[in-house]
């Protein structure tokens, strides 16, 4: 089952005041952290989408094989980053994808091959990682469901997040990395991810 995999880097990162993909994580962007880790997990294609911040990221992004999308709905919110993707890749026919929000950088290589080996084993219409409960990102989405995520109403209205709860055939995997449901959108936050990473938290 084809995965391609996919980074959300489409807003405008208004709140926190500069290119959340340019921001550094151990050393490196957090728009290539998420690069790498997709690259470790052999999903193909890769696509990066960008937003108005694009002409300081591209740069970035040369070393990397990937294809550079433009986000044209960045009033919209994430559900036009993703819709972007899903256009970019329909000559591809990738059985689904997963979409991963460029401020969670710190998510683990092993929740990421957790969600993935779920996909395969089930099938699933969605997979979704969890943890204390609350349901978090990146998301994998099988193809079945691109459709509704490009045109419905409600996905339209309320984002991506509408078409996942209103699924049955949505897989919830429980994990044990906070990560996934910490993204970070404030100078505060990144302050915080700072902090933890000296302390060896992530």
């Known amino acids: 089952m084809s995965l391609a995999g ?11 005041g500069t290119p959340k993909a340019l921001l550094d994580f151990r050393g490196r962007p957090f728009i290539i952290r998420i690069l790498e880790v997709l690259e470790a997990l052999e ?10 911040d694009a ?7 040369a070393p990397h ?16 980053s993703l819709r972007a993707a899903l256009a970019a ?8 994808v997963l979409a991963w929000p460029v401020d969670l950088p710190h998510v683990r290589l092993a929740t990421v091959e957790r969600l993935v080996e779920a996909y395969r084993r089930t099938g699933a219409a969605a997979v979704v990682p969890a943890f204390a409960t609350r349901r978090g990102q990146p998301v994998i989405w099988d193809r079945s469901l691109f459709a509704e995520l490009e045109a419905s109403a409600a ?3 309320h984002g991506a997040l509408a078409v996942l709860h209103a699924e049955p055939r ?6 044990d990395d906070a990560a996934v449901i910490d993204d970070l959108n404030t100078p505060e ?3 915080r991810l700072v902090r933890e990473v000296n302390r060896d938290i992530y």
């Open 6 to 16: 996919v980074v959300l880097a489409g807003g405008r990162s208004e709140r926190m």
């Open 43 to 52: 999903l193909k294609p890769r696509i990066v989408v960008l937003g108005p």
């Open 55 to 61: 002409p300081r990221v591209r740069p970035v992004l």
């Open 65 to 80: 094989e990937c294809i550079i999308v433009k986000n044209p709905e960045v009033e919209a919110g994430p559900i036009g």
């Open 89 to 96: 890749l329909k000559p591809f026919l990738p059985a689904g």
């Open 155 to 157: 996905a339209t209205r």
């Open 170 to 175: 949505l897989v919830t995997v429980p994990v």
């Open 189 to 191: 936050d990144f302050e």
